[in-house]
Protein backbone atom coordinates (compact mmCIF):
# COMPACT_ATOMS: atom_id res chain seq x y z
CA UNK A 1 0.00 0.00 0.00
CA UNK A 2 1.34 3.54 -0.35
CA UNK A 3 -0.56 6.85 -0.23
CA UNK A 4 1.17 9.61 -1.57
CA UNK A 5 -0.86 13.37 -0.50
CA UNK A 6 0.57 16.50 -2.92
CA UNK A 7 -1.04 20.23 -3.42
CA UNK A 8 -0.19 21.84 -0.42
CA UNK A 9 1.37 25.01 0.16
CA UNK A 10 0.92 28.64 1.32
CA UNK A 11 -2.43 30.62 1.06
CA UNK A 12 -4.03 33.85 2.08
CA UNK A 13 -7.30 33.94 4.59
CA UNK A 14 -9.97 32.83 1.95
CA UNK A 15 -8.09 31.43 -0.56
CA UNK A 16 -8.70 27.58 -1.96
CA UNK A 17 -5.99 24.54 -2.77
CA UNK A 18 -6.82 21.49 -4.07
CA UNK A 19 -5.15 18.75 -2.42
CA UNK A 20 -4.27 14.60 -4.09
CA UNK A 21 -3.49 11.58 -3.10
CA UNK A 22 -2.35 8.75 -5.44
CA UNK A 23 -2.90 5.37 -4.16
CA UNK A 24 -1.45 2.10 -5.22
CA UNK A 25 -1.22 -1.34 -3.83
CA UNK A 26 -4.58 -2.03 -3.00
CA UNK A 27 -8.05 -1.76 -4.61
CA UNK A 28 -8.31 1.55 -4.56
CA UNK A 29 -12.39 1.47 -5.97
CA UNK A 30 -13.44 -0.55 -3.34
CA UNK A 31 -11.62 1.52 0.19
CA UNK A 32 -13.64 3.84 2.61
CA UNK A 33 -10.63 6.60 2.31
CA UNK A 34 -9.86 9.32 4.71
CA UNK A 35 -8.43 12.55 5.20
CA UNK A 36 -6.88 13.48 8.33
CA UNK A 37 -4.96 16.74 9.67
CA UNK A 38 -2.65 17.37 12.59
CA UNK A 39 -1.71 21.38 13.13
CA UNK A 40 1.21 21.83 15.16
CA UNK A 41 0.79 21.23 18.79
CA UNK A 42 -2.59 19.07 18.28
CA UNK A 43 -3.61 15.65 18.01
CA UNK A 44 -4.79 14.62 14.79
CA UNK A 45 -8.30 14.41 13.37
CA UNK A 46 -10.57 13.19 11.07
CA UNK A 47 -11.45 15.42 8.20
CA UNK A 48 -13.50 13.70 5.89
CA UNK A 49 -14.51 10.44 4.62
CA UNK A 50 -15.69 9.19 1.20
CA UNK A 51 -16.81 5.81 0.88
CA UNK A 52 -16.82 2.98 -1.86
CA UNK A 53 -19.83 2.35 -4.28
CA UNK A 54 -21.90 5.46 -4.03
CA UNK A 55 -19.12 7.49 -3.20
CA UNK A 56 -21.02 9.25 0.32
CA UNK A 57 -19.16 11.90 1.85
CA UNK A 58 -19.12 12.81 5.52
CA UNK A 59 -16.83 15.93 7.25
CA UNK A 60 -16.34 17.17 10.33
CA UNK A 61 -18.16 19.92 11.20
CA UNK A 62 -15.91 23.16 11.41
CA UNK A 63 -15.17 22.09 7.44
CA UNK A 64 -18.62 21.40 6.30
CA UNK A 65 -19.66 23.72 3.34
CA UNK A 66 -15.78 24.92 2.50
CA UNK A 67 -14.02 21.23 1.90
CA UNK A 68 -15.15 19.13 -0.82
CA UNK A 69 -13.93 15.21 -0.46
CA UNK A 70 -13.56 13.37 -4.05
CA UNK A 71 -12.03 10.84 -5.47
CA UNK A 72 -11.20 9.80 -9.33
CA UNK A 73 -11.33 5.25 -9.11
CA UNK A 74 -10.01 5.49 -12.77
CA UNK A 75 -6.99 7.23 -11.93
CA UNK A 76 -6.71 5.92 -8.41
CA UNK A 77 -6.46 9.37 -7.07
CA UNK A 78 -8.60 10.88 -3.69
CA UNK A 79 -8.42 14.79 -3.46
CA UNK A 80 -9.99 17.65 -1.33
CA UNK A 81 -10.86 20.74 -2.46
CA UNK A 82 -10.22 23.26 0.30
CA UNK A 83 -12.06 26.79 0.02
CA UNK A 84 -12.54 29.81 2.29
CA UNK A 85 -9.73 28.49 3.92
CA UNK A 86 -8.59 30.00 7.56
CA UNK A 87 -5.81 29.75 9.95
CA UNK A 88 -7.51 27.05 12.07
CA UNK A 89 -6.77 25.07 9.14
CA UNK A 90 -3.21 25.48 8.94
CA UNK A 91 -2.01 21.16 9.48
CA UNK A 92 -0.40 18.75 7.89
CA UNK A 93 -2.67 16.77 5.85
CA UNK A 94 -2.84 13.01 5.28
CA UNK A 95 -5.07 10.78 2.95
CA UNK A 96 -5.15 7.37 4.95
CA UNK A 97 -7.38 3.79 4.60
CA UNK A 98 -8.35 1.27 7.26
CA UNK A 99 -9.66 2.83 9.54
CA UNK A 100 -10.10 0.56 13.09
CA UNK A 101 -10.65 1.11 16.88
CA UNK A 102 -7.91 0.21 19.46
CA UNK A 103 -8.80 0.21 23.05
CA UNK A 104 -11.48 3.47 22.16
CA UNK A 105 -8.96 5.25 19.95
CA UNK A 106 -9.87 5.29 16.26
CA UNK A 107 -6.40 4.24 14.50
CA UNK A 108 -5.69 3.98 10.25
CA UNK A 109 -3.40 1.26 9.55
CA UNK A 110 -2.64 3.13 6.28
CA UNK A 111 -1.42 6.49 5.89
CA UNK A 112 0.54 8.52 3.52
CA UNK A 113 3.75 10.86 4.58
CA UNK A 114 1.76 14.07 4.51
CA UNK A 115 1.41 17.10 2.77
CA UNK A 116 1.32 20.64 4.42
CA UNK A 117 -1.16 23.09 4.46
CA UNK A 118 -0.51 27.34 5.67
CA UNK A 119 -3.30 29.58 5.91
CA UNK A 120 -1.91 33.26 6.07
CA UNK A 121 -1.61 36.78 5.29
Known amino acids: VQLVESGGGLVQPGGSLRLSCAAS????????MYWLRQAPGKGREWVST????????TYRESVKGRFTISRDNAKNTLYLQLNSLQTEDTAMYYC???????????????RGQGTQVTVSS
Open 96 to 110: AKDRYWELGTVRYKY
Open 25 to 32: GFDFSNSW
Open 50 to 57: IYNGDGHT
